[in-house]
């Protein structure tokens, strides 16, 4: 074994830290893009909108199912031909890795936070909803002010447990070649001949970040819950 | 649509073998990971809950470490890293390992015990769950320790959490591709070796991901069949088809240990 050499690390940093930025838009994206998406998907099940309901759940069991490898290489090879049939200019619109990653990883979570939000409807008490009717709220407002917070509320360890997934499968971009924080770490392994310092630094980081946000999670989960719901 | 699988490769194999290859090594990968992280997964568990202080500790932070590094990163440090940071005679005879299984074993260990640290906090959370009174009981018939968790606890908590262990039967079988990384032909890299040497991409992902829809239904059948058996009678179970773990954490949102959330 060669004798460790971390001050190779200095000098590696600000091509790191690129990919570590790289990795937490990565995952802020995906966050937002899967939330706002996941919730339009559970709300369509939720009411059983005849036809695209079913439509939503085969998407979600199909994307559940197979490796997110796999979803990359799809949508790696599907996105430039579905735009190209929506541009009408016929042919494949190439929009590179960077793209694909952000638009494959926002479909993606839309999948697994959709199941969390759909649950959570399920478990709000049937007296909110008798509650909102009695108080002649339209079904907009029954949901937006009433039901929807409760559900995310109730919810929200859970999402956040699954964003900790989430930040640590954006790694997964290495596949396409993409320069997140592992991408970086291994294409300056491949320059300076340094793995073992590349790796083990970038095991902190990750390890640094999911961690702690594990520990908010853990505090958040003692918090705040609804004061009386049932334990 | 799936007639090119039948074509002849350049190596004298037809496209369709190449598949099957690749599902052997994935179904072998998700097997044998499976019961180290099975095995691994019930004693970490069981450490967490121990009253030795020490024990507990170690039980948490591998807990710790194996959650919260990527799955990749691990995949690397066992493929790339451990060979360098070993004595160099023991590093070169790992290096020399012959192709398929050079890549094999680091990618079984990985997965084993990343697995095996999900499994540790589903088992956990089977014996908080677990009235005190089973303990106790235990304890006023004259078990010791051992014994009480081995007749009394541990059995009870794991029929509790097949509901949940079906998501890291589902989450071990799809993490198998990221062997990919290192080389391993599983079932999604011969997918897109097939995508490159024939030009039909839709044929060779499509045919992958019929099977891994397969491999998904096989899994969450066998759990339900098992869940079915050794259901412990007048416990109910809520009828989620597609998360039956999460429907009863929504509800409890709060109460549950940190461990039970749902696997990719």
Known sequence: MNSLDFSIVLQAWPYLWSGLLFSLALTAVAFVVGMVLGTCFALLQHFEVPVIARIVRGYIALIRSIPLILVLFWFFFLVPIVLGHLSGSGGPVPIGATWTAFITFGLFEAAYYSEIIRVGLRAVNRGQFEACQALALSTFETYRSVILPQVLRVASPIILSQTIILFQDTSLVYVLSLTDLLGAASKLAQLNGRLVEMYLVIVVVYLAISSAASQGVALLRKRYAIAGARR | ?264
């Open chain 2, 1 to 264: 649509m799936f007639a090119v699988l039948f074509e002849q490769t350049a190596d004298g194999q037809r496209y369709i073998d190449w598949l099957l290859s690749g599902l052997g090594w994935t179904l072998a990968l998700a097997f044998f990971g499976w019961w180290i992280a099975f095995a691994l997964g019930i004693v970490v568990g069981i450490g967490r809950t121990v009253q030795n202080r020490a024990v507990a500790a170690l039980a948490r932070l591998y807990v710790e470490i194996f959650r919260n590094i990527p799955v990749l990163v691990q995949m690397f440090l066992w493929y790339f890293v451990l060979p360098e940071i070993l004595p160099t005679t023991l590093g070169n005879a790992i290096k020399q390992i012959p192709p398929p299984w050079g890549s094999f074993f680091p990618a079984l260990i990985c997965l084993g015990l990343y697995t095996a640290a999900r499994i540790a906090e589903q088992v956990r959370a089977g014996i908080e769950a677990l009235p005190r009174g089973q303990a106790e009981a235990a304890s006023a018939l004259g078990l010791g320790g051992y014994l009480t968790y081995r007749h009394i606890i541990v059995p009870q908590a794991l029929r509790l959490i097949v509901p949940s262990l079906t998501s890291e039967v589902m989450g071990i079988y799809k993490n198998t591709s990221v062997a990919l990384t290192i080389g391993l032909m599983e079932l999604t890299a011969q997918a897109r070796q097939i995508s490159e040497a024939t030009f039909q991409t839709f044929t060779a992902f499509g045919a992958a991901t019929l099977i891994y829809l397969a491999l998904a239904l096989i899994a969450y059948q066998g759990m339900a069949l098992i869940d079915r058996a050794v259901r412990i009678p007048g416990t109910t179970r809520t009828e989620d088809d597609i998360a039956p773990n999460l429907a009863e954490e929504v509800q409890q949102a709060g109460s549950l240990p940190a461990g039970m959330e749902i696997a990719k």
